[in-house]
C-alpha cells in the first residue's frame, strides 16, 4: 500500500497566520490527492481534489498544490472556523486509498 | 442536496455481527462507486470497502477482509456493511463516501455523519 506520512502531526498558529501542511507519499501518486477538514464530532469536509483543485463552496483561502511525491495545503489566512483536523489521502492507489496521519491546527 | 445517512451502528460482543445501512438522496446512486471509511476513536481514518456502481466489484482492506461484505441496492439507494466475526478493534465510526472522478483521478467528495460501532464484551 501507498504510504502518506504528513507534517506537522500538530501546529499552534494564531488567527490570519499563513499556514502550510505538507504530505508526502511512499510512491509517486501523480496529482491523486485530495485534502479533507474534520472538526470534533463531524464527518470529513472535502477541501481539495486533484492536488490542486478546489471544492465548490470551500472558502479561496485554501489552496493545494504539489505533484508526484511532495504535497501542499496551504491556509492563507487562518480563520476562527479553520481550526481542525486536516488529512491528506491519496487515491493513486484505487480502490485501495489511503490517508495521511493527519495534521491538528490548534489555537495559539 | 446530496445527501449520505448511516445507520446500523451500536454495541455488539466480540465475535457478533451488525449491518450498517447508508441512505443516499439527492443524485443518481447508481451512477456513483462507493466506500466504506471508518475512524477508530481518537484515530485517523482508514479506508475500508470500495463497491463499484453496478455492485459487480468490490475490494476490502486486509484488516476485515473475509468478515465483512460491501453490497449496494441501487432500487433503494443503498449502500450495505455487514460485518461478522466483529473484534475490538473494528470500533469505530464508520462513514460512507462518495466517490467522484476529476478527469482519472478519484476524490471522496459527500460522506454521511457516521455510525459508530463499538465491540466490546
Known amino acids: 500500500d501507498i504510504q502518506m506520512t504528513q507534517s506537522p502531526s500538530s501546529l499552534s498558529a494564531s488567527v490570519g497566520d499563513r499556514v502550510t501542511i505538507t504530505c508526502r507519499a511512499s510512491?509517486?501518486?501523480?496529482?491523486?490527492l485530495s485534502w479533507f477538514q474534520q472538526k470534533p464530532g463531524k464527518a470529513p469536509k472535502l477541501l481539495i481534489y486533484?492536488?490542486?483543485s478546489l471544492q465548490s463552496g470551500v472558502p479561496s483561502r485554501f489552496s493545494g498544490s504539489g505533484s508526484g511525491t511532495d504535497f501542499t495545503l496551504t491556509i492563507s489566512s487562518l480563520q476562527p472556523e479553520d481550526f481542525a483536523t486536516y488529512y491528506c489521502?491519496?487515491?493513486?492507489?484505487?480502490?485501495?486509498?489511503?490517508f495521511g496521519g493527519g495534521t491538528m491546527v490548534e489555537i495559539k | 442536496e446530496v445527501q449520505l445517512v448511516e445507520s446500523g451502528g451500536g454495541l455488539v460482543q466480540p465475535g457478533g455481527s451488525l449491518r450498517l445501512s447508508c441512505a443516499a438522496s439527492g443524485f443518481t446512486f447508481s451512477s456513483n462507486e462507493m466506500n466504506w471509511v471508518r475512524q477508530a476513536p481518537g484515530k485517523g481514518l482508514e479506508w475500508v470497502s470500495y463497491?463499484?456502481?453496478?455492485?459487480?466489484?468490490?475490494y476490502y482492506a486486509d484488516s476485515v477482509q473475509g468478515r465483512f461484505t460491501i453490497s449496494r441496492d441501487n432500487a433503494k439507494n443503498s449502500l450495505f456493511l455487514q460485518m461478522n466475526s466483529l473484534r475490538a478493534e473494528d470500533t469505530a465510526v464508520y462513514y460512507c463516501?462518495?466517490?467522484?472522478?476529476?478527469?482519472?483521478?478519484?476524490?471522496?467528495?459527500?460522506w454521511g455523519q457516521g455510525t459508530l460501532v463499538t465491540v466490546s464484551s
Open positions: 486533484a492536488a490542486s
Open positions: 463497491i463499484s456502481s453496478s455492485g459487480s466489484t468490490k
Open positions: 463516501a462518495r466517490v467522484r472522478y476529476s478527469g482519472n483521478s478519484p476524490y471522496f467528495d459527500h
Open positions: 489521502q491519496q487515491s493513486y492507489g484505487t480502490p485501495r486509498v489511503t
Open positions: 510512491q509517486t501518486i501523480s496529482n491523486y
